[in-house]
Each structure stands twice: as C-alpha cells, then as structure tokens.
C-alpha cells in the first residue's frame, strides 16, 4: 500500500489520537474481564463427538506402571 494511501486511512481511523489520548478506564476495566483469569487446575470437559488422541508406543513406555 503506497505511504499516502496508508496516512490516509490512519487519519480516517484517528490513530493518531487512540495512541496519543489512550483512555484508561476502558484499558483497566479491559483488563480486569481478560487479564485475571483463574488457572485452569484440571482437564477441560470432554467434547462429545471427538475421539480422544491415542497413546503412542513410546509414551506408554514412559509411563510409570
């Protein structure tokens, strides 16, 4: 894309004042909703209809008896 085709689409978009005047009530509250996620302590529910991935050879070989 040419360099005054992409300007022009920046200003139409207003970047330069997204990045210059960034509003911190929407990033925090952005935040909090993403960013605190509890970990995951087991496995995710099985999805019904898929087939769980087979254990090769080698990886029963490692597996402790």
Known sequence: MPR??????????????????????????YETRTGDKAQLTEAPPAVPGVAAPAVSESETEKQPA
């Open 4 to 29: 005054s085709a992409a300007d022009f689409v920046a200003k139409l978009l207003n970047t330069d004042h997204i990045l210059a005047n960034p509003d911190h009530l929407l990033r925090s509250s």
